[in-house]
């Protein structure tokens, strides 16, 4: 009987070690989720210094950003998995204002914010993309 219990004993140990044996299959395959990043730009070919204000979808949040004649200004990123969000995805509403100003009356707001306004310049290369609105003189009339 106590000889039974060892080669029991022994034919589960060497079992058990098999199955710890490296397997020589093939590695399994990595999970990866796509994962983008987007960037948005206001292109300012105006003469006037403007502040743009935006707001983000699905939040409370809204901010300011300075924006210099004849220059380009990255307004804001947005990031995460799922790839890359379109303008439309993400803001909502701009509102542009002559920074010389101190009044509250915007001299343009877009709202709601449609995608084929912005040209996308550099996109899903690596999962990145660059937008931009290009605002002229006439644009802020």
């Not at 006037?48 to 699905?58: G, Q, R, S």
């Not at 100003?101 to 993309?129: F, H, K, M, Q, R």
Request: with cysteine.
């Amino acid at each position: 009987m106590n000889r039974l219990k060892i080669i029991f004993f022994l034919a589960c140990t060497i079992v058990a070690m098999v199955g710890c044996l490296d397997n020589t299959g093939s590695d399994p395959e990595p999970i990866t989720e796509p994962m983008g990043i987007s960037y948005y730009y206001i292109v300012n070919q105006s003469g006037l210094d403007l502040n743009v204000t935006y707001e983000i979808a699905f939040s409370d949040i809204d901010s300011t950003v300075a924006v210099s004649a004849d220059s380009t200004t990255k307004i804001f990123e947005e990031g995460g998995i799922g790839g890359l969000f379109p303008p439309s995805h993400v803001l909502t509403k701009l509102s542009f204002y002559k920074s010389s100003d101190d009044s509250t009356s915007p001299i343009l707001t877009i709202a709601p914010v449609v995608n084929e306004n912005w040209n996308l310049t550099a996109g899903e290369v690596d999962n990145v993309a660059k937008y931009e609105l290009v605002l002229s003189t006439e644009d802020l009339k």
